[in-house]
């Protein structure tokens, strides 16, 4: 569909879903809007209207942020305080790992909790019509739905045109209420959302930051679902906001960018003395900074409107990223390696009612892509339904709840390699344990194995040491065991 088509579209469709029945154990209501007082002691405000039973959901993400970029993960070149609260209010999870460090297969995943090779296997992939996602549970459940920003499922292809000007067809946006968004942007200062559809359907340029301005559009849906709560309306909702920072080009506003001087910067061990190597990730990385410290600057703001409008003991927040960011480790750069630094992705759950009806701490799970959406649900109070792969790990947080048969190791993979330069070019799998065990193949071919515990920078390959034959040939049947769970069909190679 073009702009102009979009823009002079008939007919304007929707009807809101009904209100499903409660949760079994719903998280205790807040207040009514603007009564932060109450947001913060958990009271409802007199008089206040009654908050939906239910917990709402938000998830907040970015583009090719590594997991290690957080001050709470010891990074010393930013400072990021109101992620480092969120993640102390709530329960980090510090091995959590993108099941394909690409955007367009990431997002497939997370959407409908199904591996990649299941659903969008690559770049520029479609995710294809009519395929179940979180979105259908929700709303079946009573839930209103919003999306703000970055989309990147609809297949369009970047030789066709800038996709910021590429409109996703009202039927593609997979069912959210309310849809404010684009297909792709790399361009944080001349960002380009859509959304609703007829005589509605707008297209406009965001007045500022990227970041920011998406921020505000959150915000105002919060406001708003505040406002029905106060006039009787109540029903839970799920959020999402998704922003292109810190993806390249690593630009923030100046008052960030004068934070960071790219020669003052600690780099990771594993950046290899390579001058070009290191002079591009110096100079990429300090942008890259300044970019989480904007955006951790906006979860400030989204806390502080759920405290505001009383909505703060009553939301739970999911914080995540797409996939990490190579800057320079072992000589690349960007994505889709199974290296720790564009494997790794932030995972902090936070929010929601008091300290004694969640558990806070650090978990040791290497939550995957694909556990994202059925944890959601289980926040929820909803069923995994049959179609999604991962796993529920909301019983890790909710006081009350055991944890069941969590996995030993998480599954990922590069299906449709994008052949980008300093990367890597061809398909591989692998797993990563909870005891700290990482281990990758290519089709036919062994080629990482790193004891993580003692080795976090991966400087010492052991794949083809036979000292460690053992660990290689259990990880390699665990391997093996997860591809055909899963349906795959990569060929591994053969072991002894």
């Given at each position: 569909?073009?702009?102009?088509?979009?823009?002079?579209?008939?007919?304007?469709?929707?009807?809101?879903?009904?209100?499903?029945?409660?949760?079994?154990?719903?998280?205790?209501?807040?207040?009514?809007?603007?009564?932060?007082?109450?947001?913060?002691?958990?009271?409802?405000?007199?008089?206040?209207?009654?908050?939906?039973?239910?917990?709402?959901?938000?998830?907040?993400?970015?583009?090719?942020?590594?997991?290690?970029?957080?001050?709470?993960?010891?990074?010393?070149?930013?400072?990021?305080?109101?992620?480092?609260?969120?993640?102390?209010?709530?329960?980090?999870?510090?091995?959590?790992?993108?099941?394909?460090?690409?955007?367009?297969?990431?997002?497939?995943?997370?959407?409908?909790?199904?591996?990649?090779?299941?659903?969008?296997?690559?770049?520029?992939?479609?995710?294809?019509?009519?395929?179940?996602?979180?979105?259908?549970?929700?709303?079946?459940?009573?839930?209103?739905?919003?999306?703000?920003?970055?989309?990147?499922?609809?297949?369009?292809?970047?030789?066709?045109?800038?996709?910021?000007?590429?409109?996703?067809?009202?039927?593609?946006?997979?069912?959210?209420?309310?849809?404010?968004?684009?297909?792709?942007?790399?361009?944080?200062?001349?960002?380009?959302?859509?959304?609703?559809?007829?005589?509605?359907?707008?297209?406009?340029?965001?007045?500022?930051?990227?970041?920011?301005?998406?921020?505000?559009?959150?915000?105002?849906?919060?406001?708003?679902?505040?406002?029905?709560?106060?006039?009787g309306r109540a029903r839970p909702f799920f959020a999402v906001l998704s922003v292109q920072p810190p993806h390249d080009p690593y630009i923030a506003p100046p008052e960030y960018m004068a934070r960071h001087n790219p020669a003052q910067l600690v780099?990771?061990?594993?950046?290899?003395?390579?001058?070009?190597?290191?002079?591009?990730?110096?100079?990429?990385?300090?942008?890259?900074?300044?970019?989480?410290?904007?955006?951790?600057?906006?979860?400030?703001?989204?806390?502080?409107?759920?405290?505001?409008?009383?909505?703060?003991?009553?939301?739970?927040?999911?914080?995540?990223?797409?996939?990490?960011?190579?800057?320079?480790?072992?000589?690349?750069?960007?994505?889709?390696?199974?290296?720790?630094?564009?494997?790794?992705?932030?995972?902090?759950?936070?929010?929601?009612?008091?300290?004694?009806?969640?558990?806070?701490?650090?978990?040791?799970?290497?939550?995957?892509?694909?556990?994202?959406?059925?944890?959601?649900?289980?926040?929820?109070?909803?069923?995994?339904?049959?179609?999604?792969?991962?796993?529920?790990?909301?019983p890790q947080f909710l006081q009350g709840r055991q944890p069941k048969d969590d996995p030993d190791s998480a599954f990922v993979e590069s299906v449709v390699p994008t052949g980008h330069g300093d990367s890597v070019d061809r398909p591989w799998r692998?797993?990563?344990?909870?005891?700290?065990?990482?281990?990758?193949?290519?089709?036919?071919?062994?080629?990482?194995?790193?004891?993580?515990?003692?080795?976090?920078?991966?400087?010492?390959?052991?794949?083809?040491?036979?000292?460690?034959?053992?660990?290689?040939?259990?990880?390699?049947?665990?391997?093996?065991?997860?591809?055909?769970?899963?349906?795959?069909?990569?060929?591994?190679?053969?072991?002894?």
């Amino acid at each position: 569909m073009d702009r102009r088509t979009f823009l002079h579209a008939g007919a304007v469709a929707g009807a809101a879903s009904l209100l499903g029945p409660l949760a079994q154990a719903a998280a205790p209501g807040a207040a009514a809007a603007g009564k932060a007082p109450a947001a913060q002691s958990g009271a409802s405000a007199p008089g206040a209207a009654e908050p939906p039973a239910r917990p709402n959901i938000i998830w907040v993400f970015g583009d090719q942020h590594r997991a290690q970029a957080l001050s709470c993960m010891g990074d010393p070149n930013l400072s990021t305080p109101h992620l480092d609260r969120l993640a102390t209010d709530g329960l980090h999870f510090p091995s959590a790992v993108s099941v394909f460090p690409l955007c367009c297969p990431f997002r497939g995943s997370l959407l409908t909790g199904r591996y990649p090779h299941h659903c969008v296997p690559g770049h520029e992939y479609p995710l294809p019509p009519g395929t179940p996602t979180i979105v259908d549970p929700l709303k079946k459940a009573g839930y209103h739905t919003g999306y703000f920003g970055k989309w990147h499922l609809d297949g369009w292809h970047e030789r066709d045109g800038r996709a910021a000007m590429h409109i996703v067809p009202p039927e593609r946006r997979f069912g959210f209420d309310e849809w404010t968004g684009y297909e792709n942007n790399n361009s944080q200062y001349d960002s380009w959302v859509h959304g609703s559809e007829g005589d509605k359907a707008f297209h406009y340029r965001l007045p500022g930051y990227e970041t920011d301005c998406l921020t505000d559009l959150l915000i105002k849906y919060i406001k708003a679902r505040a406002k029905d709560t106060a006039d009787g309306r109540a029903r839970p909702f799920f959020a999402v906001l998704s922003v292109q920072p810190p993806h390249d080009p690593y630009i923030a506003p100046p008052e960030y960018m004068a934070r960071h001087n790219p020669a003052q910067l600690v780099m990771r061990p594993n950046v290899p003395p390579v001058a070009r190597v290191v002079d591009q990730a110096r100079r990429e990385y300090a942008g890259a900074c300044a970019m989480i410290e904007n955006l951790d600057f906006n979860i400030g703001r989204i806390r502080q409107a759920l405290a505001e409008t009383g909505l703060a003991q009553n939301t739970y927040i999911l914080f995540f990223s797409d996939h990490g960011d190579m800057h320079g480790s072992h000589g690349q750069f960007r994505k889709t390696s199974p290296y720790e630094e564009s494997l790794r992705i932030p995972f902090i759950l936070s929010g929601g009612p008091s300290v004694y009806q969640v558990k806070r701490g650090r978990s040791t799970a290497p939550i995957n892509t694909v556990d994202i959406a059925p944890t959601t649900l289980g926040l929820a109070g909803l069923p995994k339904p049959a179609s999604m792969e991962g796993t529920d790990y909301s019983p890790q947080f909710l006081q009350g709840r055991q944890p069941k048969d969590d996995p030993d190791s998480a599954f990922v993979e590069s299906v449709v390699p994008t052949g980008h330069g300093d990367s890597v070019d061809r398909p591989w799998r692998g797993i990563v344990t909870r005891d700290g065990w990482k281990y990758v193949c290519f089709e036919g071919q062994p080629w990482m194995l790193f004891n993580l515990n003692e080795d976090p920078y991966e400087l010492a390959n052991l794949a083809y040491n036979t000292k460690f034959r053992g660990p290689r040939k259990g990880l390699h049947d665990r391997l093996a065991a997860w591809i055909e769970k899963t349906g795959d069909k990569f060929e591994l190679p053969k072991m002894a």
